[in-house]
């Protein structure tokens, strides 16, 4: 066949790439793999396993140790022995071990592409040429930032024993991205590999062992859901970080609440692949062939939900039908093929229930010609067009190789349409026009934006929801932060506590909503050193949040510069009042410094372009959360109340206050400072009453995004509601030692990716 034949075909003889490198490491085990614990691989205590199937054959490839609760026991004793050395090791300690790891996955980098495909049944041309040299670049990176822990995260500590749960997509490299971080920062790891793709997670214990890297510092511990239940409950872990569904981050959320374990979620998406009019076409179809149907399609960032613009649409699904009857699925190890095996019956029965509910909504189902391989777990290429924004298909992940498609015919509504889904994760935008790209990136809500590109990923760059697609960051410098703690003082040792006094006042304090002083729906009221303040309920509750709702999209597009002034004329104003608040001086001081801080910092605390790579420029953005519910702490009543409330709207929140409920009256004072202040309505909403009823009820709520918390017997309830849509919740014992602490936790970090050249 001449060259000119093979590329009008595009027909391809198969390439193998040989398994025996797998098998052998495989022989040299027994086909039995055990648990690695304290350094050395040890049998599972109940003598129990499981086996581990070969998706693209069905066939068994080793049996697995299932741990028990006294395996997770032994793995988290392990670690915690081992932490207070590693981190007491200086930082260019810990980068050599890093280092050494990285180099040593170089160097068994075909062992590993191979072990992986085996156990997952992704084509061996991801594995080889994405999974591992991204996993050796994480420990590179992070290699890095252990040299330089001291100079770029001052005053920050390790947290202690990270629990560490992953899925079965990435299996390795989701482990880089979890113990790659923790390990630089100081901290020991106890990871649980997802039931499915263990393999790889055993032999990279191997790697650790031939480095050298200290006893107990890594520890996998392979099983069931079990495992991962005893390890995330275990009381001696200080932080959980989660890859996986949404509904598991949500019964981990709940699991956890009240336990003081940092958390942090990477969740499900339904991502949006948003293609305008004026993109360039063939560029796209090639960008969405990578958005969905890498990886089978089983990624959480998939470009799952196609969204063209109607000008355009015919053409370009005509395209796409076209390319999708040249893609190749087959043997994940020849390198020929584009898809490879989905991971388990289970999951292609939950593919084809789906698609199957998608055709009996309405969609029109589009496959190519050819049929799969009746070996293993396969399922074709799919295509569902005229999808409503309402369908299942349109909402619920399905995470498999099926692209929904819908259509658009405004900028407006491609941003309302990818907007529409409970999910944040990632977004894909296809324009030439560089100023239409950039607007769209910032006004959809998702925490990676792919710019006429799709699914970049680095070590560099941080990756991470928004919404019920968790929360955290994994990558970049902002996802250290998720495995190391400040230091902090109390608010007891700042401020002297002074008494609340009645200034002669002889009302009762209303609430204060959309701008306005408001009588409380219940008509209710409760008293004070003698003062009558505002009962809020339920109905008031709900009112703060729509005003606040209302408000936050103005606010947040407002210039920095102007939130700063809107600030520093909040402090002239209260500075003016000075004598009717009954606190002490020192705890006024210290509100103003707190007001003046955050104006300072609103233009100032901004994103940066991270060095990435690839030719292109990769920054990000610091968004506000949306609505933040502050839970004020009872000491401190004017200091708790101003010093978060400036540092969540210097950064383009809007929030509803709960003040103390044994010191009001500095709460209901401020109103008159507000109002003087040109503080937008709805930007700042204060309800007195009862601490336990109203955070109830602004933790329940779905229109609160955030929610910071101050009263140590409030944290559980607080952090268990919080699940059902999963808001960000901070549960402030102590305050930080700097501004931005706060401010981080006022933002979430958007990863905007735009390639340059031709």
């Not at 981190?87 to 040593?104: H, K, M, V």
């Not at 490299?173 to 979890?178: D, E, G, N, R, T």
């Not at 179809?285 to 196609?306: H, K, M, P, T």
Request: charged share 20%; hydrophobic share 40%; aromatic share 8%.
């Amino acid at each position: 066949m001449s060259i000119t034949e093979i590329f009008e075909t595009m027909e391809y003889g198969p390439a193998p790439e040989g398994a025996d490198p797998g098998f052998q490491w495989l022989d040299g085990h027994q086909r039995q793999m055990k648990l690695f614990i304290g350094g050395e691989f040890s049998a599972p205590s109940s003598g129990q396993y499981f086996e581990s199937l070969n998706p693209a054959t069905g066939a068994p490839l080793a049996k697995i140790a299932q741990a028990n609760g006294e395996d997770v026991n032994k793995a988290v004793a392990a670690a915690k022995e081992a932490q207070i050395e590693w981190a007491g090791l200086a930082g260019n300690r810990r980068a050599r071990y890093l280092y050494a790891i990285a180099r040593q996955i170089q160097k068994h980098s075909r062992l590993f592409a191979v072990l992986e495909t085996l156990d997952n049944g992704k084509p061996i041309r991801e594995t080889r040429d994405i999974d591992i040299p991204l996993v050796a670049r994480h420990f590179y990176h992070h290699a890095g930032w252990a040299q330089t822990m001291e100079a770029e995260l001052p005053g920050y500590e390790p947290l202690g024993v990270c629990g560490q749960i992953i899925p079965w997509n990435f299996p390795l490299l989701m482990l880089a991205w979890k113990i790659a971080p923790a390990l630089a920062m100081g901290n020991t790891v106890v990871l649980k590999p997802a039931e499915f793709t263990s393999l790889t997670a055993l032999l990279f214990a191997e790697i650790c062992h031939q480095v050298g890297l200290p006893r107990g510092v890594v520890n996998i511990v392979t099983g069931d859901g079990e495992t991962g239940r005893l390890l995330v409950e275990h009381p001696d872990i200080q932080k959980v970080a989660f890859t996986g569904s949404t509904e598991v981050g949500r019964i981990i959320r709940e699991s956890t609440a009240g336990s003081g374990k940092k958390l942090s979620l990477e969740l499900g998406g339904k991502s949006p692949f948003i293609v305008f009019e004026d993109a360039d076409i063939d560029s796209a179809i090639e960008g969405l062939v990578d958005a969905i149907w890498f990886n089978q399609g089983q990624v959480c960032c998939a470009g799952s939900r196609l969204l063209v613009q109607e000008s355009i649409s015919k053409r370009f699904h005509e395209k796409l039908r076209v390319r999708m009857q040249t893609l190749r699925i087959g043997d994940p190890l020849d390198k020929a093929v584009d898809i490879g095996a989905i991971i388990a019956p289970v999951q292609l029965d939950r593919i084809s229930e789906l698609v199957q509910k998608g055709v009996e909504e309405g969609a029109t189902l589009f496959q190519p010609e050819w049929t799969c391989p009746r070996e293993g777990w396969f399922y074709p290429p799919t295509l569902l067009t005229e999808v409503t924004p309402s369908s299942t298909v349109a909402q619920v992940e399905i995470f498999g190789p099926v692209l929904v498609s819908m259509t658009f015919r405004t900028n407006a509504e491609a941003v309302a349409l990818a907007n529409n889904t409970p999910y944040g994760l990632a977004a894909s935008v296809w324009t030439e026009n560089l100023s239409l790209a950039h607007d769209v990136a910032a006004k959809i809500k998702a925490g990676t934006i792919w710019i006429n590109c799709t699914n970049q990923f680095d070590a560099a760059a941080g990756f991470g929801g928004y919404r019920e697609s968790g929360y955290g960051r994994e990558g970049g410098k902002e996802g250290l932060y998720e495995y190391v703690k400040p230091a902090g003082m109390a608010l007891q040792s700042i401020v002297a506590i002074e008494p609340s006094k009645n200034a002669g006042l002889d009302k009762t304090h209303k609430l204060y909503i959309g701008g306005k002083q408001t009588r409380p729906d219940g008509g209710y009221s409760f008293t004070v050193d003698g003062i009558e303040f505002a009962q809020g309920n339920r109905k008031d509750i709900r009112n703060a949040v729509e005003a606040a709702t209302g408000a936050a999209s103005s606010w947040a597009n407002q210039s920095a510069h102007l939130r700063a002034q809107v600030l520093y004329y909040l402090a002239e104003n209260l500075e003016l009042a000075r004598e009717e608040f009954p606190v002490s001086n020192e705890e006024f001081a210290i509100t103003l410094d707190a007001i003046f801080t955050y104006a300072g910092m609103a233009d100032k605390f901004d994103g940066q372009v991270h060095s990435v790579p690839y030719r292109g420029l990769t920054y990000t953005r610091n968004e506000p959360v949306g609505v933040i519910a502050l839970i004020c702490p009872s000491e401190a009543p004017l200091l708790g109340l101003v010093a978060p409330l400036a540092a969540a709207i210097s950064m383009g929140n809007s929030v509803i206050a709960v003040p103390s409920s044994s010191a009001p009256l500095s709460a209901a004072l401020i109103y008159r400072v507000l109002d003087a202040s040109d503080v937008p309505a709805g930007v700042v909403n204060i309800v007195t009453g009862d601490p336990a009823e109203l955070a109830a009820t602004l933790a329940d709520h779905a229109g609160v995004d955030g929610c910071w918390n101050f009263q140590q017997d409030l944290i559980a309830d607080v952090e268990r509601r919080s699940a059902s849509n999963l808001k960000q919740v901070w549960s402030v014992t102590s305050l930080p030692f700097g501004a931005k602490e706060w401010l981080r936790h006022a933002t979430q970090v958007k990863n905007v990716w735009v390639p340059m050249g031709d």
